[in-house]
Nanobody, 122 residues
Framework: HVQLVESGGDSVQAGGSLRLSCAAS????????MGWFRQSPGKEREGVASVDPIGDTNYAQSVKGRFTVSKDNNKNILYLQMNGLKPEDTDVYYC?????????????????WGEGTQVTVS
């Protein structure tokens, strides 16, 4: 059973940067896909960025060129570097993991989820 704990959420001004972290336990990060998702109240959860076991990444069009996902397999930590933040990036950000080889951005394909961390951009 994989457990995920996000951290790094904060309130920042537009144009600023944040780095989110997701610490994984109960499994080996190198053996599964991990991703970042976000959700606002009343809206569906959407995929932001994901990375597969060999390091191939996938990004939502809205964050390409601004966000970077990376994974430290030795530390079992997933990161999301967010630059050029916009007010529309305000959301609760969730970390997720799944056993598979495709870095999908479809939330329903993920098995394990963290509790989320709030990002507010004003």
């Amino acid at each position: 059973h994989v457990q995920l704990v996000e951290s790094g959420g904060d309130s920042v001004q537009a144009g600023g940067s944040l780095r989110l972290s997701c610490a994984a336990s109960g499994g080996t990060a190198s053996s599964y896909c991990m991703g970042w998702f976000r959700q606002s109240p009343g809206k569906e959860r959407e995929g932001v960025a994901s990375v597969d076991p060999i390091g191939d990444t996938n990004y939502a069009q809205s964050v390409k060129g601004r966000f970077t996902v990376s994974k430290d397999n030795n530390k079992n930590i997933l990161y999301l570097q967010m630059n050029g933040l916009k007010p529309e990036d305000t959301d609760v950000y969730y970390c997720a993991a799944r056993f598979g080889i495709i870095a999908t951005l479809i939330p329903g394909r993920y098995t394990y989820w963290g509790e989320g961390t709030q990002v507010t951009v004003s």
